[in-house]
């Protein structure tokens, strides 16, 4: 079946540092979305992507759609304290309506 | 707007009782899902319902889940008889089907010893 990974697991930053996390689906994606998570929180929409190729921003957060729609990225320009929490990337299984979402990646911002 | 709502937000419950999750799904919103949460397995889809109707169940671990949506505005999870690996966080969604943002419910926090 469709899997969805993303590195690294975990990952500690001093504030003001940047941070990325990486996301490789094993199919081809229609789209890609993004979602946050605060501890102890649910799961929230940052943002989708469809196009191949496609880069959005959203003040420091930068989002990018690999151009075979397999992988996708997410990069946070200097990191703040308001940053921490759990980064999923979610793509649908090819012809459905059933997002599958990424093994996350854990975010820690040091002040 | 009201979100997703979901109850109980905590329950601890003994190995062998039933548990029941409820959701009440945005208004309007066609597509609804059931999703468990672990440090293990991360976040899993469960099942989910287009117009009430369930599509695709495969992720419900065994028979002792089931799911139901009787209509519209309210869905049930049901555990029975529940496990101590059962224990996780269970997120209701929901989704207008032309607008793809799948909004979670605040999560039910299941505890089973």
């Excluded at chain 1, 990486?22 to 649910?42: A, D, E, F, M, V």
């Excluded at chain 1, 759609?65 to 759990?86: C, M, P, R, W, Y």
Aim: contains cysteine.
């Amino acid at each position: 079946g469709q899997q969805v990974m993303q590195i690294p697991q975990y990952q500690h930053v001093q504030e003001g540092e940047d941070f990325t996390t990486y996301c490789n689906s094993s199919t081809t994606l229609s789209n890609i979305q993004w979602y946050k998570q605060r501890p102890g929180g649910h799961p929230v929409f940052l943002i989708q992507l469809v196009k191949s190729g496609e880069v959005k921003k959203q003040k420091r957060l930068t989002f990018q759609f690999g151009e075979a729609k397999k992988n996708s990225s997410l990069h946070i320009t200097a990191t703040q304290t308001t940053d921490v929490g759990t980064y999923f990337c979610a793509g649908p299984t090819s012809g459905t309506y059933k997002y599958i979402f990424g093994t996350g990646t854990r975010l820690k911002v040091l002040a | 707007d009201a979100g997703v709502i979901q109850s109980p937000r905590h329950e601890v419950t003994e190995m062998g009782q039933e548990v029941t999750l409820r959701c009440k799904p945005i208004s309007g919103h066609d597509y609804l899902f059931w999703y468990r949460q672990t440090m293990m397995r991360g976040l899993e889809l469960l099942i989910y319902f287009n117009n009430n109707v369930p599509i695709d169940d495969s992720g419900m671990p065994e028979d002792r889940f089931s799911a139901k949506m009787p209509n519209a505005s309210f869905s049930t999870l049901k555990i029975q008889p529940s496990e101590p690996r059962d224990s996780a966080v269970y997120f209701c969604a929901s989704s207008l089907s032309s607008g793809n943002t799948i909004y979670f419910g605040e999560g039910s926090w299941l505890t089973v010893v």
